[in-house]
């Protein structure tokens, strides 16, 4: 079955500086990959996915992605970060079975 | 068009008591799953409903259940509640799986066992 790391539990970054979430992945073929963000007290909303083609994904929000399959990762991306992005992020990896697996999370805090 | 409904928002019960959740999915989605998330275990995927039958389950006990009607809404139950059932318990949908299409999350229903 597949699974996902990220190994960063909390980030701290400033209003308008890049931002980088790391997401690796464990699956034996070409997984569907998903990036979902969640803000405090609602659900999730997914802000990009990979199933083929351009490695490169573009999201909502400004968020982009890109899928390396040499190192299993898929991380998340954006250029300048905005107060309103502080939530937790979760990479989630689907695979051929139907199963969906979700990372621990990383909680995104914004300084001003 | 209409998100994912779940009712109740909050829910507090005691040891031992039985609870039901409720989803509406977005309409003409036909697969509905559910999943329990704890600060402690993070996501867990429950299970998946697609057109009334269970399609996939995750690694929890019978206590919890599920079904679907033939509307696509559906319902989770969870028996003799235990204090470790306290979670935010999200319901998601899609059109046809959740694997390989991008699920659409209610708000979830927090429960709270006392």
């Known amino acids: 079955a597949q699974s996902v790391t990220q190994p960063d539990i909390h980030i701290t970054v400033s209003e308008g500086a890049s931002l980088e979430l790391r997401c690796n992945y464990s699956?034996?073929?070409?997984?569907?990959l998903f990036w979902y963000v969640q803000s405090p007290g609602q659900g999730l909303q997914l802000l990009l996915k990979y199933f083929s083609g351009d490695t490169l994904v573009q999201g909502i929000k400004g968020f982009e992605a890109e899928f390396k399959r040499s190192q299993s990762s898929f991380n998340l991306r954006k250029p300048s970060v905005h107060w309103s992005d502080a939530a937790e992020y979760f990479c989630?990896?689907?695979?051929?079975?139907?199963?969906?697996?979700f990372g621990a999370g990383t909680r995104l805090t914004v300084k001003p | 068009k209409a998100g994912v409904t779940q009712t109740p928002r909050y829910l507090i019960k005691t040891r031992g008591q039985q609870v039901t959740l409720s989803c509406s999915p977005i309409?003409?989605?036909?697969?509905v799953s559910w999943y329990q998330q704890t600060p402690g275990q993070g996501l867990q995927f429950l299970f998946e409903?697609?057109?009334?039958?269970?399609?996939n389950k995750g690694n929890f006990p019978g206590r919890f259940s599920g079904r679907q009607f033939s509307n696509s809404r559906s319902e989770m139950n969870v028996s003799t509640l235990e204090l470790g059932d306290s979670a935010l318990y999200l319901c998601?949908?899609?059109?046809?799986?959740?694997?390989?299409?991008?699920?659409?999350f209610g708000d979830g229903t927090r429960l709270s066992i006392l």
């Open positions: 409903y697609f057109s009334e039958t269970q399609r």
């Open positions: 699956y034996g073929a070409t997984p569907y």
């Open positions: 998601a949908s899609s059109l046809a799986g959740i694997s390989n299409q991008p699920q659409h």
């Open positions: 989630a990896v689907g695979g051929a079975n139907n199963d969906m697996r």
């Open positions: 309409s003409g989605h036909r697969s």
